[in-house]
C-alpha cells in the first residue's frame, strides 16, 4: 500500500489488511524518528493529544479506533479520502467535524521527501491537535466562513492561506519558548528543526499579515506566525470574517 492513491470517489474505508510488513516498518521508522526530535521542540497540546489518541510506532493506527477516541475527546472522526479533494466538501466536512485523511503511506524511498501528503502526516501531524478543543473549535468556524465564500476563488486562497500558516505550519508560544503544533512542520524531520533554528523570521499572529503573504509549498517557510495560546485561535473568528468582508467589499454581498 506504499503506491500514492488514484483519484476515486469518496468516502472511503481503510483496508488495513492490506497493510503491508514494510508499510508498518515505514511508519515505525517515521514515528521513532520525530518522536526522538520533537521533545523540546513540539507543543505540550500535541503530546498530550498523542497520547489521547493513542497513537504509537507499534503499528499503523486503526482509523475506526482513532475515531471513536476523539469522538470521546471533541466530538472529531476521521473522513477517509483519496487525497486532495475539492473546496465545497472538504470544508462541509471540516464543518461537521470530519477530518479528511488519505490511507496510503510513502515508501522507503520517499522518507525523507513527499510531494503530496500521506498518512503519515495526516495521523501523525494532525490528529493529536484535534483532541484539543479550542482548535477544533476554530477549524469547525473556519470551515462555517468557508463556506459562506467558497464560490469566492480571492476568500479561499486567503482561508488557505490561514489554514497554512496555523493549522499546518503554526507555532505557538508556550512558557515564554516557540513550540510546534502546525502538522506540517511535526511530519517533517527538516523542517521541525529548520523552524526553531534562531535564524528564520517569526511573526505575532496576525489575520490581516497572514492574508497579505502567499505560502511555500516547494521548500521551508521563509516566516512563521506565532499564537500565544490555542483559544487565541478560536477567539480570532470574528475578527477573520470582519477582515475577509473588508477585503472582499462589494463580494460580500452575494455570498450572503
Known amino acids: 500500500m506504499s503506491s500514492p492513491y488514484a483519484f476515486v470517489p469518496y468516502s472511503l474505508k481503510q483496508e488495513y489488511a492490506r497493510y503491508t510488513s514494510d508499510d508498518q516498518d515505514v511508519w515505525k521508522i517515521l514515528f521513532e524518528r520525530q518522536l526522538a526530535l520533537l521533545p523540546g521542540r513540539a507543543s505540550e497540546a500535541y503530546f498530550e493529544g498523542l497520547r489521547l489518541t493513542g497513537l504509537t510506532a507499534e503499528a499503523i493506527p486503526r482509523y475506526e479506533e482513532v475515531s471513536d477516541r476523539l469522538r470521546e475527546l471533541t466530538g472529531w472522526a476521521i473522513h477517509v479520502v483519496p487525497g486532495l479533494i475539492a473546496n465545497r466538501p472538504f470544508f462541509e466536512l471540516m464543518r461537521d467535524k470530519q477530518f479528511c485523511a488519505s490511507t496510503w503511506l510513502r515508501s522507503r524511498e520517499q522518507l525523507d521527501y513527499l510531494e503530496e501528503p500521506d498518512m503519515f502526516h495526516d495521523i501523525f501531524g494532525h490528529v493529536p491537535m484535534l483532541s484539543k478543543k479550542a ?33 499546518e505550519f503554526g507555532l505557538v508560544r508556550e512558557k515564554g519558548e516557540l513550540r510546534i503544533y502546525g502538522a506540517g512542520i511535526l511530519s517533517s524531520t527538516g523542517e521541525s528543526q529548520y523552524c526553531l533554528g534562531g535564524s528564520v523570521a517569526t511573526f505575532p499572529y496576525d489575520i490581516r499579515m497572514i492574508f497579505q503573504t502567499p505560502y511555500i509549498k516547494e521548500h521551508y517557510q521563509d516566516q512563521y506566525f506565532v499564537i500565544d495560546s490555542y483559544d487565541q485561535l478560536f477567539h480570532s473568528i470574528p475578527a477573520i470574517e470582519t477582515e475577509l468582508e473588508h477585503l472582499l467589499g462589494a463580494a460580500v454581498v452575494l455570498a450572503h
Do not use: G, K, M, Q
Not at 145 to 163: H, Q
Open 135 to 167: 482548535v477544533c473549535h476554530f477549524l469547525e468556524e473556519l470551515a462555517r466562513i468557508a463556506l459562506r465564500f467558497v464560490d469566492i476563488p480571492e476568500a479561499i486562497e486567503y482561508i488557505a492561506r490561514l489554514y497554512w500558516y496555523t493549522i
